[in-house]
């Protein structure tokens, strides 16, 4: 009888029987996947990423340094995925991280990329 109660309990789960996504909504977005911060002439870094959820209202970019905290540096339509970051100090490593906004839901940050303008 044990077992039968397990397997049933173990059946239920394996098919989401019992969970709070159907009452409660869908899980939140995915982070996207930063690929590159590259230096661009004549000032800046240009950011790009993988957007993972294709249905992000927006993509919001942080960038930090040494000598400055996460601070929002960008905010893009969901669909884009690259920009230019003119505000990026010369000569000055910065970081980049990256989540995604639906609703009024957020993603996880991305990974994190460092890049230096010239």
């Known amino acids: 009888m044990i077992t039968r109660l397990t397997w049933a309990a173990l059946s239920a789960l394996a098919l989401g029987c019992g969970s709070n996504d159907d009452a409660g909504g869908s899980?939140?977005?995915?982070a996207p996947v930063l690929e590159t911060v590259m230096p661009m002439a004549p000032a800046g870094l240009h950011v790009s990423w993988k957007n993972v959820t294709s249905d992000c209202d927006s993509v919001e970019g942080e960038r930090m340094s040494a000598s400055?905290?996460?601070k929002v540096a960008?905010?893009?339509?969901?669909?884009?995925?690259?920009?230019?970051d003119g505000t990026a100090t010369e000569?000055?490593?910065?970081?980049?991280?990256l989540r995604c906004k639906r609703g009024d839901q957020y993603s996880?940050?991305?990974n994190e990329v460092s890049g230096t303008p010239e």
Do not use: Q
Not at 74 to 84: K, M, Q, R
Not at 91 to 97: I, N
């Open 27 to 30: 899980s939140g977005p995915e």
């Open 68 to 70: 400055a905290a996460w």
């Open 74 to 84: 960008f905010t893009v339509p969901g669909s884009v995925d690259n920009e230019h």
């Open 91 to 97: 000569k000055v490593a910065h970081s980049y991280r």
């Open 108 to 110: 996880s940050y991305s």
